[in-house]
């Protein structure tokens, strides 16, 4: 099919859609005056001072084309491979558009973006669920959370509960001080925490699936960006002894010396850090943010006065460092900037927060289709589970079987059959730790069911979506059946062209013209350049054009002089070059040499007049069509709603 053509055509169609207002009727069938104005509002976009006028023409032209695609409904077209192929490449293509809530979307953008100005300093104190002997112990975690909210009640510095309590094995040194932290940085719930704490204060517990987290806001400061940096790593492995920690320490003195004296940065890096992958790159390293590296690495990073300053060697828990400041990228504070949203907002899709902004599917389903749990014993579904899944005696589960129902949504059932399929793939934890509960894995496999419906029914909840798919569909509809009753016969029916190029023969004249080359430039400069050099010498136009390829397109033809660009009311001779006329929208221009000029009408041969023949040819076959069609489909309008709309 011809994309460009469909994708014009696309402006033009419309679709049903349920509302109280019928403009009109074809036969059987009605169209909403909702679809016929969106219709008019996307391809009538400049203002006219007849309203009403412009939408009774433009209805004729509408209404013709509803009854075309009614027609390929009929025929059967919308049935036909490649119509439904393109149609389900397009719903591939666009769905995963609308699988989110925009409004969680641009709420998520939003609150990422005032997050983005703050950078907050952390204190953590982490409780485990796992003792120290590998076992799960949820009771003894809460009881030791129990002590560490007692002592912070008390008053007890944060600082040393944590050094003394925490599980996280860094606390013994840092004192649960993870440093700075911003958007993005921690796992989204962490982050909420984090920034719903007020400074000086602590938070809530939070229960993870590996233990409990008490964050404190130790401190807040305007967000200081993002910084480029190079690095030389003298790294030792953890449990170097003294001897192999000093050999680091003083090779790091002799490199900081020979940078100091002027020597490379980047050279030195590549030749000696440890740090193999910014080492290839002469110690370049990501750009940073903020609580992504080790405390002690950002702290020394950021103190560095200036670009281009460079750090003494300093010592982290991967060894010695040497680093150099290149660059500050300071963070963007204008909401109003669009490449800053987008990047945000991409940020987030990958993110784990971008699950929040699919919960409203979960609650649509529900409202929408409909949620039925059918009654049976939870018990006897896991002893049949066992069984299936883990070859175990089935004992109790044989109460149940793989087409036992479990839960409706709308009029799809859900069986046990398709529960074992699910659980067979996602039952084991995220970190292979072992298996999931089964509760928490049904919840997940209801949740999972209701979104696959949501998306294969996505027509019955997104009207935006729904509209796109039946403008695409009808678009195709009405190219197949054109193709079929207009232009195939118009291509294969020479005989019949001849005779109407015969019959109106003086209507094909061809009107004041010449021979002439156009030219097409992409830009302003182009046009100014070939213009010039066809002004010294206009016969060399094809080595001039040629020379300009990929900015030029020269179209050698005989043209009437309504269509030569940049002749206006000039009087044409051979051996000119029109004026220069600019296209505004994309700064492209064009203008012309005229070769020959004809001052008279003459005679078009049938070869030079077949473009209009044809298109008389076609005009008088779809004429005959549309009677028919109006024949079949009787058109009955509205005219009480056409007067509204047309106000």
């Known amino acids: 099919m011809n994309k460009r053509w469909l994708i014009a055509f696309l402006a033009f169609s419309a679709t049903f859609s349920a509302s109280s207002q019928i403009l009109f009727t074809y036969g059987k069938y009605s169209a909403d005056a909702k679809d016929f104005l969106r219709a008019y509002n996307k391809n009538n976009s400049q203002t006219t001072t007849n309203k009403a006028k412009a939408i009774r023409d433009y209805l004729e032209l509408y209404i013709n084309s509803r009854l075309k695609i009614q027609e390929a409904f009929e025929r059967g077209y919308d049935t036909l491979p490649q119509i439904r192929s393109e149609v389900e490449a397009l719903r591939a293509q666009i769905i995963e558009n609308y699988m989110s809530d925009p409004e969680a979307i641009n709420r998520l953008t939003r609150e990422a973006f005032q997050r983005s100005l703050k950078d907050v300093h952390v204190g953590h104190i982490f409780i485990s669920f796992t003792s120290g002997a590998g076992n799960r112990d949820t009771a003894a975690a809460s009881k030791k959370l129990n002590d560490v909210l007692t002592r912070l009640k008390k008053g007890e510095d944060f600082r040393k509960v944590a050094e003394q309590l925490s599980d996280e094995p860094s606390a013994k040194t840092n004192k649960g001080d993870i440093g700075y932290v911003t958007v993005f940085t921690l796992p989204y719930a962490f982050e909420t925490i984090i920034y719903t704490t007020t400074p000086g204060t602590w938070s809530k517990p939070f229960s993870s699936k590996i233990g409990y987290h008490v964050f404190k806001n130790l401190g807040e400061r305007k967000a200081v960006g993002r910084i480029k940096a190079q690095q030389i790593l003298f790294a030792f492995p953890p449990g170097s002894d003294e001897a192999t920690k000093k050999r680091a320490a003083a090779l790091a003195d002799s490199i900081y010396r020979r940078i100091i004296a002027g020597g490379d940065f980047g050279k030195l890096a590549t030749t000696f850090s440890n740090d193999y992958i910014s080492a290839a790159t002469g110690g370049n390293i990501p750009d940073i943010s903020v609580g992504q590296y080790e405390p002690a690495f950002e702290k020394m990073l950021w103190s560095l006065p200036k670009d281009g300053a460079v750090s003494k060697p300093f010592l982290t828990s991967h060894g010695y460092h040497i680093v150099k400041r290149v660059s500050v990228k300071p963070v963007i504070t204008n909401p109003n900037d669009k490449v800053n949203m987008d990047d945000l907002k991409q940020r987030i899709m990958n993110d784990d927060r971008w699950k929040t902004a699919k919960d409203f599917v979960y609650d649509r389903v529900q409202k929408k289709a409909g949620f039925q749990k059918f009654t049976y014993n939870d018990a006897v579904l896991w002893a049949l589970s066992d069984s299936l899944l883990d070859f175990k005696p089935a004992g109790i589960g044989k109460a149940m079987n793989q087409q036992s129902p479990l839960f409706k949504i709308a009029d799809t059932t859900i069986t046990v059959a398709q529960w074992i399929s699910y659980s067979q793939i ?85 009107k004041p013209s010449a021979d002439a080359v156009v030219f097409f430039c992409t830009d302003v400069p182009t046009a100014k350049t070939l213009y010039e050099q066809l002004k ?75 473009g209009l023949v044809m298109n008389d040819y076609q005009a008088g076959l779809e004429e005959i069509w549309i009677q028919s069609l109006r024949k079949k489909y009787p058109v009955v309008i509205d005219q009480k709603v056409l007067a509204e709309i047309s106000r």
């Open 426 to 510: 996602n039952r084991y934890k995220a970190d292979r730790s072992g298996l999931k509960q089964y509760p928490d894995l049904m919840n997940e496999f209801i949740r999972s069911a209701m979104y696959e419906y949501y998306r294969s029914h996505l027509e019955d909840f997104s009207e935006e979506f729904r509209v796109q798919m039946n403008e695409f569909r009808d678009g195709n509809l009405f190219f197949e059946i054109m193709q079929q009753e207009i232009w195939n016969r118009t291509q294969n029916d020479s005989t019949q062209l001849l005779v109407l190029y015969k019959e109106k023969q003086a209507k094909y004249n061809w």
């Open 536 to 610: 010294r010498n206009p016969a060399a136009w094809k080595k001039a054009a040629e020379a300009l390829s990929e900015k030029i397109v020269a179209d050698s033809a005989r043209y009437e002089w309504d269509q030569i660009p940049g002749l206006g009311k000039l009087k044409p001779k051979a051996g000119m070059l029109t004026q220069q006329t600019i296209n505004k929208n994309d700064n492209s221009a064009s203008f012309a040499y005229l070769i020959k000029v004809y001052t008279e009408p003459t005679p078009r041969t049938f070869n030079e007049a077949k």
